[in-house]
């Protein structure tokens, strides 16, 4: 009866809501609508040290320049993807119905993280290098 009435409530092709699949569905959901305001984020932070600092980055604008900052920017997509090594665990727990309304938090801190990490990198790593 009980798993009647959790198939009724399935739309088309849509796994259950306790399944993995469910979960994960739910994670996607949730962290890939933010991956656009994460990579706006950085991408400030780069037109902000460029725009601040402009004659000092001008020569390092070359298509040269476009492999590296790609890299870059790939890096930084995956590990804003470590999100899920802990959000689709933490769905598993039995602290799902907290974590859904706090991951915001998980969200907020990995992307001051990663704030703080691009300013380090730029200023330690590619402004000293910019000739």
Not at 39 to 49: D, E, R, T
Not at 71 to 95: E, H, K, R, T
Not at 115 to 126: F, G
């Amino acid at each position: 009866m009980e798993s009647e009435l959790a198939k009724q409530g399935e739309g088309f092709g849509e796994a259950p809501e306790g399944s993995f699949r469910g979960l994960v569905r739910d994670a996607v959901r949730y962290w890939e609508v933010r991956r656009v305001i994460y990579n706006a984020a950085l991408f400030a932070v780069c037109v902000v040290w460029v725009v601040a600092t402009w004659p000092h980055f001008r020569p390092a604008f070359t298509w040269w320049a476009v492999p590296p900052m790609a890299f870059l920017a790939l890096v930084a997509n995956v590990c804003y993807s470590a999100a899920y090594l802990v959000d689709i665990p933490m769905q598993q727990s039995g602290f799902a119905s907290v974590w859904r309304n706090r991951r915001w938090g998980l969200w907020v801190a990995g992307t001051v993280f990663a704030i703080v990490l691009a300013n380090y990198w730029i200023a330690d790593e590619i402004y000293p290098d910019v000739h």
